[in-house]
């Protein structure tokens, strides 16, 4: 399995921004796709999941309301709408694939390279 992100940027607080994962290789009903953050001098911190099949959706509390995730399993992509971005969303994004509904990265085993969001105060 092999996925790639994409979209970030620089954008000001209060805007808007929408990431992409395409997946290459076998994915499965069952499994998961998850966003997770890294800001410098910090912990990865999960952002949101979604469960391939039934395409229901978790959230970290501080994104609920903000961040939307979502799939089109035709193109076995994954999307992670992000908007009323803050300063404090400044960071290394990456998706990754999971075999069951975790906000835990380690549970997760593969991953994309990561694409930085920065947004300005």
């Known amino acids: 399995v092999q996925l790639q992100a994409s979209g970030g940027g620089l954008v000001q607080a209060g805007g808007s921004l929408r990431l992409s994962c395409a997946a290459s290789?076998?994915?499965?009903?069952?499994?998961?796709m998850g966003w997770f953050r890294q800001a410098p001098g910090k912990e990865r911190e999960f952002v949101a999941t979604?469960?391939?099949?039934?395409?229901?959706?978790y959230y970290a509390d501080s994104v609920k309301g903000r961040f939307t995730i979502s799939r089109d399993n035709a193109k076995n992509t994954v999307y992670l709408q992000m908007n009323s971005l803050k300063p404090e969303d400044t960071a290394v994004y990456y998706c990754?694939?999971?075999?069951?509904?975790?906000?835990?990265?380690?549970?997760?085993?593969?991953w994309g390279q990561g694409t930085q969001v920065t947004v300005s105060s």
């Open positions: 990754a694939r999971g075999r069951a509904v975790d906000s835990d990265y380690r549970r997760y085993d593969y």
């Open positions: 290789g076998r994915t499965f009903s069952s499994h998961v």
């Open positions: 979604i469960r391939w099949g039934a395409g229901t959706t």
